[in-house]
């Protein structure tokens, strides 16, 4: 397949997704907010799209060179921000502590392994305990309501998507839990974010 078929491919697969996943979210703000059974959803429709592998190869989407760094693609947006879809890409390992989004997140893996730690809503409420240890990789993924917090650990390379209910550049106010202090911070996060909707200036 062409450069040019695979991107025309991908748009329109990513397209569709985003197309369903847009009334998941719309439903559960007529009813009060998403709930559990929302993300879970929309989880199953990313684990639909991860199964084309081929148009989220490293060509398209190359990792980072340096070990502990990760890259966000943005693929998809709604233009109030309020929807987002990324690749993450990861060359060479990688983790975050404890943290909150603010919104609902849902992770699915592409390749790679991704070890997620679970602790349920608990920011702001002392050391975080773990409740679950979710590896995410191939055919499985994670999904988390806004006031959820987890913890991610990668060895070697990983591509995952990434979808939030608020594009990453609108989480504000997050917090982490810093172990060595004993206490939650604010999360100044400092994602590499690069633009890879079709048609928007790099």
Known sequence: MSEKDRAAERAAAVADAMDDIAKIDAHGREHG??????????????LHLAERDDLFG???????????????????QNE???LALYVQCVGDSTSAPP?????WAVIVAVRGQELNRLYGPCAGSGEPQVRQ???VERGTGVAM????????DIEGAATHFHCYGLALERLTGRRFWHARSGEWRPYDDDSVIVEARPGKPA
């Open 33 to 46: 907010g998403i709930d559990q059974a929302g993300v879970e959803r929309i989880r199953e429709r990313l």
């Open 58 to 76: 490293d060509d398209d989407f190359p990792p980072p060179e340096a070990p502990g760094a990760s890259v966000s693609y943005r693929i998809a």
């Open 80 to 82: 109030d921000d309020e």
């Open 99 to 103: 943290h909150e989004h603010n919104t």
């Open 133 to 135: 240890e979710v590896v």
């Open 145 to 152: 309501l806004g006031n959820d917090v987890h913890a991610i």
